[in-house]
């Protein structure tokens, strides 16, 4: 039989850590259920001591998935772990993941702590954790710029207290494949008590070699990868775990290694979050970009048509991507396009099902050809929408170049309608001022981009807004065939999304 390698996917932690990541409590629910759906083993949720929202996303995961372990983050305070149990412990399968620097330039610069204290941190910590739960794992930050003497020691003395699993971050990305190697092979070599517990890595992408970094890990005894969907997390990424899943499951013939992960459900995750972060996936990122499987060169697509093994070493199929981007049309069905929904990874309810066929009817209505990227974007808008306290009744906007940019909005608030006029630098600001005169609301545009959905002059035109509003922000989306309708809708929701955060937080957890 062949060994398990662990996948602990970090994207709702250490990929939400990352700038213009941020999700609320019912998107981080949606990706956890993809997460699921891809059964991955373990789901790290979040850090939970750090603010109530992550709090109680953690909680919610928890209470909702089943399968995967769901692990709350905790430094080694004692307050931070009773807020981690708190909010994981209604898991299936909980787990404490309690972490503190090794390395010397950590300990003097940021703990100012010495060695001998990180080391009773460490102990005290993995204790008091273990006490709750039997699932602990312990991390070495920074374990790659760290004496291996001492790391091998903060290991040995973690493992006696209670710890299953001890992760090696490269945490600055500052590891070299061979280094790295090395590294694992001193640890296990070195640490008494390693064999009970599995060895996970966790590699940071700076230098670009995150994945390069967990295989080689692998190939030296690790058994956990640490990884994010689309290798999202703090500065340049982490591990992406498309890319080390089916590195894994390609190169069988080396690693003779397999993981638990459905690879079909790898693509629709890779939409899913892009589609809630507003990121966009590079079109040459390996496995889920647009240009993965796409082949121009004339030879290229010669070898393909008389044999696919020529130029494909995996199938489209093989990570959910559909083989036919163009779906449906006005003519096209309930049954029709469940169906193709479903194809895609959504499986809805019958009332969102309802909700989003509706929607599909009327863009049917404007627009011939409907794309599987017009169906994820009806799917964003209607499963993940939040209460909304501000809706868009109309909008009509003059512009051009012998005219002074002139937006007229009608809003409903909290169900009654105001309309407005004002003026901008062009149609969208003109746009973005009148709603923000009507809201009253005065948050400041951080990234504003535009993206035709799928092909041709009648496509969707898709945006994304992140706002900023008394240092908290929000990333609002908004998809339609006129643009400035489009941009209307990504301000308002993420108006929107900032008075849903205003008000759970009034309420509290
Ligand atoms: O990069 C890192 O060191 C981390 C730890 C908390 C595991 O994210
Ligand atoms: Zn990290």
Redesign the pocket.
């Known amino acids: 039989m062949k060994k398990k390698i662990l996948i602990f996917d970090t994207t709702l932690r250490?990929g939400e850590q990352s700038p213009g990541m941020s999700m609320n409590v019912g998107e981080k629910l949606r990706v956890a259920e993809q997460l699921a759906k891809l059964q991955v083993d373990i789901i790290e949720a979040g850090f939970p001591a750090s603010s109530e929202g992550d709090f109680e996303s953690v909680k919610a995961v928890a209470r909702s998935i089943r399968g995967p372990a769901i692990v709350g983050?905790a430094r080694t305070g004692l307050k931070d772990i009773d807020r981690a149990w708190e909010a994981v412990k209604c898991a299936e399968k909980p787990t404490i993941h309690t972490?503190i620097a090794t390395s010397d330039i950590h300990l003097k610069y940021k703990l100012n702590k010495s060695r001998k204290q990180v080391l009773e941190d460490t102990v005290r910590a993995v204790s008091h954790a273990k006490a709750y739960c039997p699932m602990v794992e312990f991390?070495a930050?920074?374990a790659t710029r760290s004496d291996p003497d001492y790391l091998c020691q903060v290991f040995e003395a973690a493992i006696k207290a209670g710890a299953t699993t001890i992760?090696i971050?490269d945490?600055v990305g500052y590891s070299i494949p061979d280094e790295f190697a090395s590294l694992i092979k001193y640890v296990r070599n070195n640490v008494p008590g390693i064999k009970g517990v599995t060895i996970s890595v966790?590699c940071?992408n700076d230098l670009g070699l995150a994945v390069a970094n967990s295989i080689s890990a692998i190939k030296a005894g690790a058994r956990q990868v640490?990884c994010t969907i689309n290798g999202i997390g703090?500065r340049a990424g982490n591990t992406s775990m498309e890319e080390i899943v089916m590195a894994i499951n390609t190169r069988k013939d080396i690693f003779k290694l397999t993981t638990n992960i459905n690879t079909r459900h790898i693509y629709p995750a890779s939409r899913l979050l892009s589609h809630i972060t507003g990121i966009a996936v590079q079109p040459n990122k390996a496995i889920v970009g647009a240009n993965a499987f796409a082949h121009e060169a004339g030879i290229h697509q010669d070898g393909l048509l008389k044999e696919r093994q020529t130029y494909e070493i995996m199938t489209p199929e093989s990570i959910g991507l559909p083989s036919h981007t163009l779906v449906m049309g006005k003519h096209s069905g309930r049954h029709a396009f469940r169906e193709r929904l479903k194809s895609l990874g959504y499986d809805l309810s019958n009332d969102n099902m309802e909700k989003a066929f509706r929607r599909f009817k009327a863009l049917a209505d404007k627009k011939k050809q409907i794309y599987d990227e017009d169906l994820e974007a009806i799917v964003a808008d209607e499963v993940l929408r939040i209460p909304e306290r501000y809706k868009l009744v109309s909008i009509n906007v003059t512009s051009g170049s012998e005219t002074i940019p002139t937006a007229t909005v009608q809003l409903e608030i909290d169900g009654k309608v105001i309309k407005d006029a004002g003026f901008g630098d062009g149609p969208v600001d003109a746009a973005y001022n009148t709603i923000a005169k009507i809201t009253r609301t005065k948050s400041k545009l951080l990234r504003f981009s535009i993206n035709a959905i799928s092909k041709g002059t009648d496509a969707q035109g898709g945006v994304t807004v992140n706002l900023e509003e008394g240092g908290k922000t929000a990333i609002g989306q908004g998809a339609h065939t006129d643009i400035i309708v489009a941009s209307a809708k990504a301000y308002i929701n993420a108006l929107n999304k900032m008075e849903y955060r205003k008000k759970r937080r009034r309420r509290g957890p």
Request: no cysteine; glycine share 0%; aromatic share 8%.
């Open positions: 250490d983050l972490f991390s930050e920074d992760n971050p945490t966790h940071h640490e703090e």
